[in-house]
């Protein structure tokens, strides 16, 4: 997923009509990524006889499937994805620093509720190694 605006932010300064264009050429690539990317889970299958999920298979372990999606891109694009994901306005996109190589992880259940488990996290990351926007450490 290549870097880009993917919407213009509120607030704002006056943006210049490059700015403009460039964001309104990249928003649509970058939501056609969130919407392949980020959708509920399959409900499980219900046993219309019992009235609850089918019993688990051998097969199932825990009766239920799960799915990850690792997803590397740059910032904004992972910027954009989190406020689409939780509902908030796309706009707000820019209120969020990431750190590079941080990372970000989001859950969708089947019944749609969505949470954010981690913003940004560098636990992973020596000290001297995190960076934001060519500043390094946390004291930018």
Known sequence: LNEGRPCHHIP?????ERMIKLTD?????IEEAFQKYFR??????????????????????????????IIVCHANVI???MC???????EAW????????S???????????VSCRMVGDTGHLPYDSSSFSQHHGFNW
């Open 12 to 16: 704002g300064s006056k943006a210049s």
């Open 84 to 90: 689409r994901a939780l509902q908030l306005p796309p």
């Open 103 to 113: 990372l970000t992880y989001i859950t969708i259940r089947p019944t749609g509720s």
């Open 94 to 101: 820019l209120r969020y620093c990431p750190f590079n190589c």
């Open 25 to 29: 050429e990249n928003h649509p690539r």
């Open 40 to 69: 509920r889970a399959d409900a499980p299958d219900m046993d219309p006889e019992q009235g609850d999920s089918s019993s688990p298979t051998p097969e199932d372990n825990d009766g239920e499937r799960h799915e990850f999606e």
């Open 79 to 81: 910027r954009y994805f």
